[in-house]
Nanobody, 125 residues
């Protein structure tokens, strides 16, 4: 059964940090690229960061470059999103996702077919 489970969200003051985790409890996606998306109230879901299956390629949206880091631990079937210097505009529900293709690179152009339930991140001033 496909199951991606996010955790690590919460309430944090601007300038603070959070680390999100996404566990592939079904142990199915260790060979796949992974991605993180977010959706703020009233806005469309947007790509945040992605990583290739071997970790060799990474992608970030411009607004998080230099602040967010995506990394993975395949032995733990887990992908992480380290978020530093958080801003109120980072407030959103964050989702981890897996592309449908084994050949995907984790880029924003890939088609993501599997999704977690999301974890709320709220940044206050």
């Amino acid at each position: 059964q496909v199951q991606l489970v996010e955790s690590g969200g919460g309430l944090v003051q601007a300038g603070g940090s959070l680390r999100l985790s996404c566990v592939d409890s079904g142990r199915r996606f260790s060979s796949y690229a992974r991605g993180w998306f977010r959706q703020a109230p009233g806005q469309e879901r947007e790509f945040v960061a992605g990583m290739g299956r071997s970790g060799g390629s990474t992608y970030y949206r411009d607004s998080v470059k230099g602040r967010f880091i995506i990394f993975r631990d395949n032995a733990k079937n887990t992908v992480y999103l380290q978020m530093n210097s958080l801003k109120p505009e980072d407030t959103a529900v964050y989702y981890c996702a897996v592309p449908g293709s084994l050949h995907a690179l984790g880029s924003p152009e890939d088609s993501y077919d599997y999704w977690g339930q999301g974890t709320q991140v709220t940044v206050f001033t």
